[in-house]
């Protein structure tokens, strides 16, 4: 049984990635009707802002250690932060510590900037055009943005720790009744769940309960007859892509303590986050959600030692196996518009 | 006798002629006897290392490495390991008179990716020796593409026992230690730190290295006494090790052996301690980490987590030998951090491979076989050992101490290090310690063992 909720526990912090980044998918082709193979690469940008801010608030001056000597023998430089200069040794080292929460605070505006750009910049040139030219376009873009962050970052993964209150783990089990020890889960897994929750229900109240939101479910269901009224809905829909860029950024942040970023960490989520659209429904939220959810929970499954000594290798191939099933018996997906990739 | 020149003539002359150049470089070069014989003043060595990919860093350590030895070999710098190097032939006038110049090529650490790219440097810029490596496969790939076009393969950095074992080439050459030297030299260490009771769960990378390292690991610690609870195969560049390392809470295992490498070693280590595994205590005593195979580019990617784990390489900057202090001062003055053992193995290679061309006198490649052999000079065999195949090319001051070319299987013996994640590192560059350094004797075995079993050196391939 533990093990089970063990596995349940990693599938839910799984799938709270897949949805984020699915959500995100799900709004920009809601709302422009555009594939957006890009939106793995703002994933991995977001986390990124993360690696940035810790560089930042890492960046030091260095004092000259005579006691100790470098690699060659010289008096060693001893790195002294520049954040510890300013707010005192104990403050500095609690800034720098807790630079991954910190740096939501610069995903968002870095993020909703990135997004409104590549929407005017790029995106909407493609509009008009087949599937076939937006996917290439944004898949061209993704790789752009990935050698960019090669460029500068290197190709190795960078250690972005969480900050020292939440690197240790949880007895899980006791808080279920369990043994002690059954259970054992990283504190910072539960916190990315957590944070994925709230992330998800704040987009879904904004759209839900703000004027804002109820114009663009609008335009989503009927974007010419909203256009009629006189609402100039592309505006709308421009800032929904830097919305979504947001999402999938803040999920790239929180991310990060879990896997050390690189470079090509938003490809290995792009693929599995449009099975997750495409297993869900084209265009609906609460099936992009639903989805993630379920399929990390599956593909968590299938991982177990158990599962896979009966069907070596099922673990690899899970989830597209279940893409193939919805594709052949509901191509619409589970909460998708009836019509909607059944014509 | 007059010559008439006919339409028909001059367009039959021209396409023969134009066929001849377009021909690849070591196809018209088989009239000197071997591939890519140099003619001009220069020789062409290619380098072929991951420049995009998960290894892009380490490569490009390697390549920094290849950079360095070839200044060496032109008389650039300050000569780095040429003084030290037992064989004193080298004097940084090139090779046998020739300037060294070089092309690069990216394996992107996929075997196709990489044998192409070799391909391409021995067909159209005419590369007489191949080197590079940082995966197994794709050395393994290049190795087997090197053998067929008659052309010298130095492997950089490759740990599978697979290399110089079932997949072994007369014309291709290991520095680097592998598989069963880690599990010869690290288990004696791990059962004196953590006792001969014990239950190990393997994650291991799905591929040839992985496969070996397991191997090698398992039956080395089953020697000692401890008993494998699982071993459990996992994708190459998983990203995400939750799902595997869970099933260990539940496994009655109290140490977790990771035969991974590269960004899935960053990732399953740090995930590992994340879950708490290093805090729990099983069957009595503190759960263990092991990572058998180490690099500095990994220790530095997975920060606190190697704390106090233990691991093997090939090479440390940290030795003291008059060989390291060498290379590490010249490879530091030029680069501004010391070398990895990747780069160390890239550039000894380097090095090992101008020396036998000297020796032999050639660049013949089975001339260059036989030097590194030890059949045209430099032969000799290592102390202590007493066996029919301590034979081959003997050396030193190149960081190692002592160290055999064995002639039987072209593979490298040397002593080996066994290293732990330093607990107060005071530089980002020593966060792995010296241990130990295992004597040579220690991780000796026969071409034959059965881990190695299976190959054949076969004949050396000149390409003519």
Redesign the interface.
Known sequence: MDAIILQILNGLDKGSAYALIALGLTLIFGTLGVVNFAHGALFMIGAFCAVTLNALLGMSHQVEDPTRTDFLGNPLQVDVPYVQDIFGEALGASIIDWAVPLSILLAIPVMLLIGLVMERGLIRHFYKRPHADQILVTFGLAIVLQEIIKAIYGANPIPTPAPDAFRGSVDFGQWLGFQAGSIIYPVWRLVYFFFSALIIAGVFAFLQFTTFGMVVRAGMADRETVGLLGIDIDRRFTLMFGIAAAVAGLAGVMYTPILSPNYHMGMDFLVLSFVVVVVGGMGSLPGAVLAGFLLGILQSFASMNAVKSLLPGIDQIIIYLVAIAILLLRPRGLMGRKGVMEE | MSRHFTRRGVLKSGAVAGAGLALPTYLRAQESGFTNAPTGDTVILGFNVPQ???????GADELRAFQLAVEHLNGEGDGGMLQTFSEQNLDGTGILGKRVDYVTGDTQTKSDVARASAQSMIQKDGAIMISGGSSSGPAIAVQALCQEAGVIFMAGLTHSNDTTGKDKKANGFRHFFNAYMSGAALPPILAEQYGTDRRAYHLTADYTWGWTQEESIKAATEALGWETA?T?LT?V?A??F???I??V??SGADVLILNHYG?DM??SL??AV???LR???VNGKNFEIVVPLYSE?MA??????IKGIYGSMNWN??LQDAGTQAF??SF??KYG??PSNAAHTCYVQTLLYADAVTRAGSFNPCAVVEALEGRTGGSGSLEGIDSASNEGFLFDGMGNGPTLYRAADHQCFKDVLVVRGAENP??P??NLEIVEVTPVEQVWYEPDHPQFAGGDLGECNPGA
């Open positions: 995009t990919g998960a290894y892009a860093d380490e699982n459990v994708p560049g990203g995400d939750s799902s595997y869970t099933p809470l539940q960004g960053v990732n740090t995930q994340q879950f708490g805090d729990r205590q580019l530095a990617g997975a920060g606190e987590a900057w940290q590490t001062r530091g003055e951090f010391p005071t530089t560059y020593d």
